[in-house]
């Protein structure tokens, strides 16, 4: 089975179209060292992983955000706050006294 760090170093070769201005901008900042990029490749690389990670982050927003409005999981939540209220106040008074990890 391929681990994570072999399925990023395969690679596929893929033609895309850009505005010549941002590939003047991007080969601008590639060439003067503004990015830990070594060339325009890697940019692209790396740009396209940083959308993928606020797509994905956006996506758990989302859900987040339906629980907001989900009056049975609002209930499960204050179920399960009140459950562990005594062992939280008692885990923060040891935090507080400096017995925490004694």
């Not at 996506?59 to 209220?85: C, H, P, T, V, Y």
Request: hydrophobic share 40%; charged share 30%.
């Amino acid at each position: 089975m391929a681990t994570k760090r072999d399925q990023l170093r395969k690679r596929i070769r893929a033609t895309i179209r850009i505005p010549q201005s941002l590939y003047q901008e991007v080969q601008g900042v590639v060439r003067d060292r503004g990015t830990e990029a070594v060339n325009i490749n890697d940019f692209v690389v790396s740009a396209i992983r940083a959308y993928m990670r606020l797509l994905e982050r956006r996506r758990i927003d989302a859900a987040f955000a339906g629980m907001a409005g989900d009056e049975e999981f609002q209930k499960e939540a204050l179920s399960i706050a009140n459950e562990f209220e005594a062992s939280d106040w008692e885990a923060l008074q040891l935090g507080d006294s400096g017995h925490a990890g004694a």
